[in-house]
């Protein structure tokens, strides 16, 4: 039976990147050749594919047609650098949807971010329904108010008073629900201030249990609000929906989220009604160095 994956002899040149770039211990220098061994450990990382100088690999797990060459002309770190220095939260939307094929070329670059142990475990739920979209909207919106109006009562303000005594949360009350009689008053007025009135809503999502499902999930919602800053769109993560999934059934339900999975970011997608043409000021970064 033929090895699942395999050197082709006429092409490898013996240099041994895969070897020294394989992280399971698939490939090793047997007598100065690299050699596979145990393809029961390949975790399909396509390191070896992507390191060979000779196209000298051949894997069955993996779709080798999607190996190509690096574009390096097109790595350009300043262009990068604008990238992030220009990329805002977007809280304002045109009344304008975004192209389903624009969105599954968001999420096929996303789908390239790096995961644990290349689990691959990120998955996406786009909902672009707008009556779905204003009830996840209503949703948290409500949920807020009732912490609000539960924060006015005796026994509310006795439990609030006890929060306080955390320096986080008590910054959560004085931010989210302190003005929140003046979060009422605009949405009354028609003011989406959860969804931003946004067309498209992504939730990534990955195992419940998993260890680094919210890094894993968090990278690729990095990678799709850059990108989307590249295409002309807008983004914003909406932290509320990934916090009351966690324990809103009734949202969990609308969403459709499968068993066993859990929402670890969430963001709005969609064609921003304001433009930023300048960058914007940010703290200096606190940083601790350990040198030899």
Known sequence: ?????????????????????????????????????????????S????????????????????????????????????VVLTRRSIRHYKN?????????????????????????????????DPNIL?????IVFSTAVGFYKYSTTRSGQYVFKGLKLSAAIDAMIQKYIAPMSYYIELKESGRDLILHNAPVLVLLHGPAMSFFGADNCNIAAANITNYTHCLGLGSCYIGFVTLLTRFNKKLCRLINLPKGRKVYSSLVLGYPALKH????????????WIEG
């Open 96 to 128: 304008k949807p975004v192209d389903p094929d624009m969105i599954k070329g968001i999420i096929n670059v996303a789908r390239y971010s790096p995961t644990a142990s290349n689990s691959q475990q990120v998955s996406y739920i786009i909902i672009t």
């Open 134 to 138: 204003k009830e996840i909207s209503s």
């Open 277 to 288: 043409p300048n960058t914007v000021s940010r703290k200096t970064p606190e940083i601790d």
């Open 47 to 82: 390191h070896c594919l992507s390191v060979c100088p000779k196209n000298a690999i051949e894997h069955d797990y993996l779709k080798t047609a999607q190996v190509r060459r690096v574009k390096q002309k097109l790595l350009d770190p300043e262009v990068y650098k604008e």
């Open 1 to 45: 039976m033929n090895a699942k994956i395999r050197r082709i002899e006429g092409k490898c040149n013996n240099c041994m990147r895969c070897v020294l770039d394989c992280a399971s211990g698939v490939w090793k220098n047997i007598n100065g050749i690299p050699t596979m061994t145990d393809q029961n450990l390949c975790n399909r990382c």
